[in-house]
């Protein structure tokens, strides 16, 4: 009789339980080390495989390392999407990406981290995040455009946004004739920077928070980053 459509076989499940046990240990591992000291012969050791048995599952650490980001991205993409369908707007999408990063912040660190030294990521670790960066996109685009500016300069200023030359205006049509990052997103130069913004500055506080650069300075990182989120909504 014709095996089942996806149904696996047991040596496929066996493959399956030992790729998730040396990814289980990897992650064990980034977090004791970091990702740049992983190795997949300590992996082994710690499993009670020899090198040569579990580079049948892995054929390199580079290999390994990839599964474990597009596993994290992935991770990310599904929950910023899920809470995006339900109608999450832009700052609540921002605390959706600080709880997801708190709860596992190796994976965080990871993927937004330090990069791993000669280590290059493939085109499809790309494409996952694109996915995340146009539900920030679609986020933007609901906000609307007369939102009261930050308090600033005046119209009379050079600096204004009002006036030509203004670094708003600059970059905004910068931002439009690099807009290779936003894929085949249709949305309008502000709706770029808007997302830009808060995707640099979500990462900036939270990649500080996480890599413990704020301790000891005595305020907590969730008011800074709420007052960062209130700053984006008021440009």
Not at 166 to 176: K, L, N, W
Request: hydrophobic share 40%.
């Amino acid at each position: 009789m014709a095996k089942a459509a996806g149904t696996a076989s047991p040596r496929e499940r066996y493959r399956s339980q030992v790729r998730a046990e040396i990814k289980e240990r990897a992650w064990e591992q980034i977090a004791d080390a970091g990702a740049s000291a992983l190795s997949l012969n300590a992996i082994a050791k710690r499993m009670g495989m020899s090198g040569p048995a579990l580079y049948r599952y892995f054929g390199s650490r580079d290999e390994l390392i990839t599964e474990l980001i597009r596993d994290a991205y992935r991770g990310l993409a599904d929950t910023v999407g899920a809470n995006a369908r339900d109608g999450a707007d832009l700052p609540e999408l921002g605390h959706v990406l600080r709880r997801w990063a708190l709860e596992d912040p190796h994976r965080y660190l990871l993927i937004f981290g330090t990069p791993v030294p000669g280590y290059h990521a493939p085109e499809d670790v790309t494409a996952i995040s694109q996915e995340i960066m146009s539900a920030l996109l679609d986020a933007s685009a609901k906000l609307p455009d007369d939102s009261p500016e930050a308090a600033g300069p005046g119209p009379g200023d050079p600096s204004s946004p009002d006036s030509p030359g203004s670094p708003d205006v600059d970059f905004e049509q910068h931002i439009e004739a690099h807009r290779q990052w936003a894929g085949d997103h249709p949305a309008t130069p502000v709706e770029l920077h808007r997302a830009l913004s808060f995707w640099t500055r979500v990462h900036g506080v939270l990649s500080l928070e996480l890599s413990g650069h704020f301790s000891g300075m005595g305020f907590d990182p969730a008011t800074l980053f709420e007052a960062e989120l209130a700053a984006l909504l008021r440009r």
